[in-house]
């Protein structure tokens, strides 16, 4: 069960890398948010129009440390994220800790929370 999990983590960074806010979509559950590094809260359609506009485009997203447990019907996915990307034109880099809850709905897994951590190593 866990490496389905993996797997399916791995697929959801690739449809971020390529920026395709539809593969994207099918990964979040519709109740979906996130919890942005600085305590924002961001839902699925708010984060799927900014990536369909390309005022959010990444071009590199790699997690190390990467951890899943599951529960049940519930799977959480933890790891050390690095990303590079643009935001409103601005490139950014970030080193942040990532936590990705997935749920089984409907007989497939879809993620319904995540939250990013800043973290940088000292």
Do not use: P
């Not at 809260?41 to 990444?58: C, I, N, P, T, Y």
């Not at 990303?83 to 409103?88: D, L, N, P, R, W």
């Not at 936590?99 to 007989?107: N, S």
């Amino acid at each position: 069960m866990g490496e389905e999990i993996l797997k399916l983590e791995k697929e959801f960074i690739q449809a971020i890398v390529k920026n395709d806010a539809e593969a994207i979509g099918r990964f979040l559950d519709d109740d979906w948010i996130i919890i942005d590094a600085d305590g924002g809260v961001v839902d699925k359609a708010r984060f799927l129009g900014v990536v369909k506009s390309g005022d959010l485009s990444h071009e590199m997203m790699e997690s190390d440390d990467v951890r899943v447990r599951v529960y049940g019907d519930s799977a959480v996915v933890t790891g050390l994220t690095r990303t590079k990307g643009k935001f409103k034109g601005q490139d950014f880099t970030t080193q942040e800790r990532a936590t990705d809850v997935f749920v089984m709905r409907e007989g497939r897994w879809q993620c319904v929370f995540s939250q990013l951590t800043r973290f940088s190593k000292e």
